[in-house]
């Protein structure tokens, strides 16, 4: 019986310390709260009128003008882009939303250019809202610092293409030939575009930064990536699905050299253009993007994210999610058809082993791959075919043409025929642009690079991304916690690849476009966040040692 005394007296001592640690809030504290939350309110109703009243008036002139399918994105672009302005970090959220599933959507309402650019319609009120922040507060808007100087070098640089290159093609266009006429271009217009296109999403990574406040937060953006992947994915596996069972008919009737080109008629519920021509072997799925390569790279970044995830999160639900999302990403590299999805998935997976060194801690992480195997010992074993059919396609492409000779070749082709040493001018080897004048197509990266700004551009460049790699690599070696640091390290092994990267142009185009600087703001972040965790461990051990110190005096006073 005494016993029994003491611990109900013990538990009643510890319900009156818990009691005692939980804040109460005073009158005038709710009070203040309840003054917020109606302010905040107020600000919702009156931006929301206003942006509705004022979009729609406008979209009413544009419609009298121009017709419904003008005025209805620029009436949605308005609201989309108050809100914003007004709200940016879920604007920075909806952003990295939409990057995965913006060729599904744009294709839904319409395949118009303007719906192409959606997304920074997100990015860009946001980055100038967290811009207008970081002047009120003194906070630096270009992280890290030390990439100012190759930073203005090379925008040096490309100012010098954009004036001297581009605004002579602008204003001193050169003679048609004979019995031709002059193209109606935009030089200047297309030199923007290219400049947007080249550096535009390298502010993300500090838009990225500042959106990362605690833990709580880099834990919610790594999981929504991992979650966005898996949806993904699943979508792909499902088209993938409906081509094979004929509820989607892709390119089969087609006749041809069409049996081997990606058609948006061929289009399959979700994305773009793809190819299904199952009497040729040829399948080029696009997933949820606009074309079937982006599809790919988005599988090759995703491996990275959902390596990070799985290896580091300290939840094991979140880790076994992970683990699915990697066999998934593996299944849709095969089922694809996507031969270069094919060959860098697997060998980024073993490249982030060899490097994070997750490789030492093999015991502790063999449930994840028995797991990772099971699913696609799975997948190869009920498939043979489509495995068979992908390897062999591979063997095939690499036989004929090896990416390192085609590399070398683009490099020698885009060295001949560059107008100068400051470029054939910004934008004339960027896709997007090709609305504005006569476009080059480079298959090649840094050729493309050459081929627009020069050699100088070209090493001004490669000055700044070996210094972003270099300055991530310093900054995720020295932090403490263990999961932080292997989620840094996948980061780092992800922007390593893709700064050195010039198989096709991925930097380009989404999703690499975005994910790149991204994961650079991430990691970046980490060490003041391990640092964040450490002082709240230090005072909540303290916290511990005064609270038995209190209870030790007490027994004593008994």
Not at 38 to 52: G, H, I, M, Y
Not at 150 to 162: D, R
Not at 284 to 311: C, D, E, K, M, N
């Amino acid at each position: 019986m005494p016993k029994t005394k003491s611990k109900s007296h013990k538990s009643k001592k510890t319900k009156k310390q818990q009691s005692q640690e939980t804040p109460t809030l005073s009158l005038k504290e709710r009070l203040a709260q309840k003054r917020k939350s109606a302010q905040a309110r107020k600000e919702f109703t009156s931006l929301l009128t206003t942006a509705v009243g004022g979009s729609l008036f406008l979209g009413f002139l544009i419609f009298l003008v121009a017709g419904i399918k003008a005025a209805v994105p620029v009436v949605m672009g308005i609201i989309v882009m108050s809100f914003s302005y007004k709200y940016p970090r879920q604007a920075l959220f909806a952003f990295i939303i939409y990057v995965p599933i913006g060729g599904t959507i744009t294709y839904y309402i319409g395949n118009s250019p303007i719906l192409q650019l959606a997304k920074d319609s997100f990015y860009i009120p946001a980055l100038v809202s967290i811009w207008q922040t970081c002047c009120k507060k003194g906070q630096p808007l270009l992280i890290p610092q030390n990439i100012k100087t190759p930073l203005y070098i090379l925008l040096g640089l490309c100012m010098l293409t954009l004036l001297f290159v581009n605004g002579s093609q602008q204003f001193n266009p050169p003679p048609p030939g004979l019995f031709k006429n002059a193209p109606k271009e935009f030089p200047l217009g297309m030199g923007i575009l290219g400049l947007k296109v080249f550096l535009g999403y390298l502010p993300l990574i500090s838009c990225t930064y500042y959106l990362i406040r605690n833990k709580r937060d880099f834990l919610l953006i790594s999981r929504l990536q991992v979650v966005l992947i898996l949806v993904c994915c699943i979508l792909g596996f499902i088209q993938y699905l409906l081509l094979l069972t004929g509820i989607c008919q892709g390119t089969r009737d087609a006749v041809g050299a069409d049996l081997f080109r990606a058609s948006i008629e061929a289009r399959c519920f979700f994305g773009g253009s793809l190819v299904y021509s199952p009497s040729q072997g040829m399948i080029r799925l696009p997933g949820t993007f606009v074309a079937p390569w982006q599809w790919a790279w988005f599988l090759i970044s995703s491996t990275f994210f959902t390596f990070a995830t799985a290896f580091s999160d300290p939840s094991i639900i979140w880790r076994i999610v992970s683990l699915v999302s990697t066999a998934l990403v593996f299944v849709n590299a095969v089922i694809s058809g996507q031969r270069i999805a094919l060959a860098l998935v697997p060998t980024c997976f073993v490249l982030l082993l060899l490097l994070t060194g997750q490789i030492r801690n093999f015991k502790r992480f063999i449930p994840i791959f028995v797991g990772l195997a099971l699913i696609l010992g799975i997948a190869i074993v009920t498939n043979p075919t489509v495995v068979q059919e992908r390897t062999d396609s591979f063997i095939a492409r690499w036989n004929a043409s090896p990416p390192y000779d085609f590399i070398l070749q683009q490099f020698e082709e885009n060295w001949k025929n560059v107008d100068g040493i400051l470029g054939s001018g910004l934008g004339r080897a960027t896709n997007s642009a090709r609305s504005m004048g006569q476009t080059k197509l480079v298959e090649t990266y840094y050729p493309k690079v050459l081929y627009e700004v020069g050699i100088f551009g070209l090493l001004g460049f490669l000055g700044l991304v070996t210094t972003l790699t270099a300055i991530c690599y310093r900054t995720y070696r020295p932090i403490k916690n263990r999961n932080f640091r292997s989620y840094g390290a996948a980061m780092w092994v992800f922007i390593l690849f893709i700064s050195y990267n010039t198989y096709y142009y991925p930097l380009d185009v989404d999703p690499v476009a975005v994910y790149y600087w991204f994961a650079a703001g991430v990691l970046l972040k980490l060490p003041a966040i391990d640092k964040m965790e450490r002082l709240q461990q230090k005072e909540e051990g303290e916290k511990e040692t005064r609270r038995h110190g209190d209870a030790e005096s007490g027994r004593q006073g008994e």
